[in-house]
């Protein structure tokens, strides 16, 4: 795959873009929607997203997603970190036709503000499998393995 085609839905979309030519993700920016109605508190073109909520922040594009791929939204560090905002539901399916939207959570204490086309979430496009999934006749659990149902810390601290 040469490319990913991105088709702006309102003109101060941008495309996204790595900050080095090395980088797996490529940033998203916050495109103001004048017509959004959502849980978002909205100041103008700015978006507030109180502590403790989250938003469904607009990009104002739509992906062109070859069939074996997906676009995987991920936390920027600097995001994440400094503003405490990050990334929810993540996953853009290559038959999904509307506009891409990131479910920003923040979990901080302070509210956030966000101003257009500032860098939200950083987009990978990640090659997926799409196996054929069945019904098992028999619990996987009853093959003896030296791991078991251990889980969550059983091979030490976290």
Not at 11 to 26: M, S
Request: hydrophobic content about 35%; overall charge negative.
């Amino acid at each position: 795959m040469e490319k990913i085609s991105f088709y702006k839905i309102r003109e101060c979309a941008k495309i996204p873009e790595r900050a080095h030519p090395t980088d797996a993700g490529a940033d998203l920016f916050y495109c103001p929607d004048p017509e959004l109605s959502s849980k978002c508190k909205w100041e103008g073109e700015s978006i507030l997203i109180a502590a403790g909520e989250s938003c469904l922040v607009p990009t104002g594009l739509k992906v062109d997603l070859p069939s074996g791929y997906m676009l995987e939204v991920k936390n920027k560090s600097g995001v994440a970190t400094k503003r405490r905002l990050i990334v929810g539901a993540c996953v853009v399916d290559a038959g999904y036709t509307g506009e891409i939207y990131v479910n920003l959570q923040n979990i901080g204490r302070q509210n956030q503000m966000l101003e257009p086309f500032q860098k939200i979430a950083q987009a990978v496009v990640v090659p997926i499998a799409t196996p054929r999934i069945v019904e098992a006749l028999k619990d996987p659990a009853l093959d003896n393995t030296s791991r078991g149902s251990d889980g969550f810390g059983s091979t030490g601290d976290f």
